[in-house]
C-alpha cells in the first residue's frame, strides 16, 4: 500500500512546521535539508521517527502493537516521498520493532541515551547506596549486640544457677597471686561460662590481642591489652574476657568486650567493640552496664570522645566502648540518630 504526500503537502509541513491530518497509514518524523522538525502525523499510529533529510532515513523502533490500526495487518508500508527521493519501505519484525527494509538494520537506542541513562542510574546509584549500607551496617550491629549480650547474660544465669546465687567468679584465680593476666581470666571463663555457651574457637594469645587493639572513633591513638581471653561465639561476634584485679589494692573485676564485626582491621569503639562487667550484688551476679548514674547526654558524650579510656571519679579509667554500650543498651538496642559514633 503506497501513500504520496504531495507538494503542496510537504511544503506546507517544511514551510510551517505543521501537522498535517491528510495521512492516515503512518506517523512519520524527520528531520527535513533544512534542519527543521517535520512531522507527518496519522489519526492511529505513535511516531515513527525519520532521520537525516530525505536521502538518509533511520528508525528508533515502535511497539508493532501501536501499528495495527494504522497497518490493518500489511506486513510492509511504504511511504513515497517527493523527488528527489526514492520510495522507503518499512517492515514490522518480531518483538515489535521496525527496520527499514532496504538497509535491513535494527534500529535501537542511540549511544548517547544509552549513555545518559547509565549516568543518571550511577548518580541515583551513589546517592543511595552509601545510606543503605550504612542502615544495614547499623541494624546489624544492633542485632549482634543484642544477641551476644543475651549469651553471656544466660551463661551468668546458668552458672549461677549450678554455684548458687551471688557466688565470687573469681575464686578460682584468688590464690594465683598478682593482678590481670590472660591465664586468670581464661581459667573463669573456662571454669564457670565456658560450659553453657557455644564456642566456635578460642583464640591464641597473638590472635587474642590483635582482635583486642580497637580505636576510639575521633582518635588515632590505639587501646591495646594482653590480659584476657578471647573467644568466637557461632552467631560470628567475639569476645574478649578479663578476670582479676586492675592494681593490688582493689577489689577483683570481671569484663568483657563483645565484638560485633572481629574480621574487622581497625575496629572502631562504639561501633565494632562494646564493654560490658559482670557484678555481684545483693540480689546476685548480672551484666551491668557501668555508671548507671549517668545521664545519656552524658553518656553520649564519653562515648564520642577522642580518648580511648575515661579517668572516673571512683579512681579508676574505663574504656568508652563502656559508655556506648551503655547508651544503646538504654535507648532499648536501637542506634540512634544523635548516637556519637558514626557509621
Not at 5 to 22: A, G, M, Y
Request: charged share 25%; net charge positive.
Amino acid at each position: 500500500m503506497t501513500h504520496g504526500i504531495n507538494e503542496q503537502d510537504l511544503e506546507s509541513i517544511k514551510n510551517n512546521n505543521i501537522f498535517s491530518t491528510h495521512h492516515n497509514d503512518c506517523l512519520c518524523h524527520y528531520e527535513s535539508e533544512r534542519s527543521e522538525d517535520v512531522v507527518i502525523p496519522c489519526k492511529f499510529c505513535k511516531v515513527l521517527r525519520l532521520r537525516r533529510s530525505f536521502h538518509s532515513l533511520a528508525m528508533t523502533g515502535v511497539n508493532v502493537n501501536t501499528l495495527a490500526p494504522c497497518g490493518r495487518g500489511l506486513e510492509i508500508q511504504k511511504i513515497n516521498f517527493p523527488s528527489p527521493t526514492t520510495s522507503i519501505e518499512w517492515e514490522r519484525v518480531p518483538g515489535g520493532r521496525v527496520r527499514e527494509g532496504r538497509g535491513g538494520k535494527k534500529v535501537a537506542f542511540t549511544l548517547a541515551e544509552v549513555l545518559i541513562t547509565i549516568g543518571i542510574i550511577g548518580i541515583v546509584a551513589a546517592m543511595t547506596i552509601p545510606s543503605l549500607m550504612t542502615k544495614i551496617y547499623k541494624h546489624q550491629t544492633e542485632s549482634r549486640l543484642k544477641d551476644s549480650f543475651a549469651i553471656m547474660a544466660n551463661a551468668v544465669k546458668l552458672a549461677e544457677e549450678e554455684q548458687g546465687v551471688g557466688f565470687d567468679m573469681t575464686d578460682v584465680v584468688k590464690n594465683m597471686g598478682g593482678t590481670w593476666s590472660p591465664q586468670k581470666s581464661a581459667k573463669v571463663f573456662d571454669t564457670y561460662l565456658a560450659p553453657h555457651l557455644k564456642i566456635n574457637f578460642k583464640y591464641n594469645q597473638d590472635e587474642c590481642e590483635k582482635l583486642i587493639k580497637y580505636y576510639p572513633a575521633n582518635g588515632d591513638t590505639p587501646y591495646t591489652d594482653s590480659n584476657g581471653a578471647c573467644y568466637s561465639f557461632m552467631n560470628g561476634t567475639s569476645i574478649a574476657f578479663w578476670a582479676g584485679k586492675m592494681a593490688s589494692d582493689v577489689s577483683m573485676r570481671i569484663t568483657f568486650f563483645i565484638y560485633t564485626s572481629p574480621t574487622k582491621v581497625k575496629k572502631i569503639a562504639g561501633r565494632d567493640v562494646f564493654g560490658f562487667s559482670i557484678v555481684n550484688n545483693e540480689n546476685g551476679l548480672f551484666i551491668a552496664s557501668q555508671y548507671p548514674e549517668l545521664t545519656r547526654d552524658e553518656l553520649k558524650t564519653k562515648c564520642g570522645a577522642d580518648n580511648g579510656r575515661i579517668a572516673m571519679n571512683d579512681g579508676l579509667t574505663t574504656g568508652i566502648s563502656h559508655f556506648c554500650a551503655a547508651l544503646i543498651r538504654r535507648d532499648g538496642w536501637k542506634i540512634m540518630d544523635d548516637y556519637p559514633v558514626k557509621f
